[in-house]
């Protein structure tokens, strides 16, 4: 039942596009963080 209402009431379809937002959000700030911390240690190696 709450499956079926996140994928057809408007509220789900709502909920359901946040929590995919926050996930990609999450993952692209993850990815810059990452390669900011990489840039930053081989900046301090030399």
């Known amino acids: 039942m709450a499956w079926e209402l996140l994928f ?3 509220i789900g379809l709502m909920s359901l596009v946040v929590i995919v937002g926050v996930l990609v959000i999450g993952a692209v700030m993850g990815k810059m963080y ?4 990489e840039e930053d240690s081989r900046k301090g190696s030399n």
Not at 34 to 37: E, F, L, P, Q, V
């Open 34 to 37: 990452s390669n900011k911390m």
């Open 8 to 10: 057809t009431s408007d």
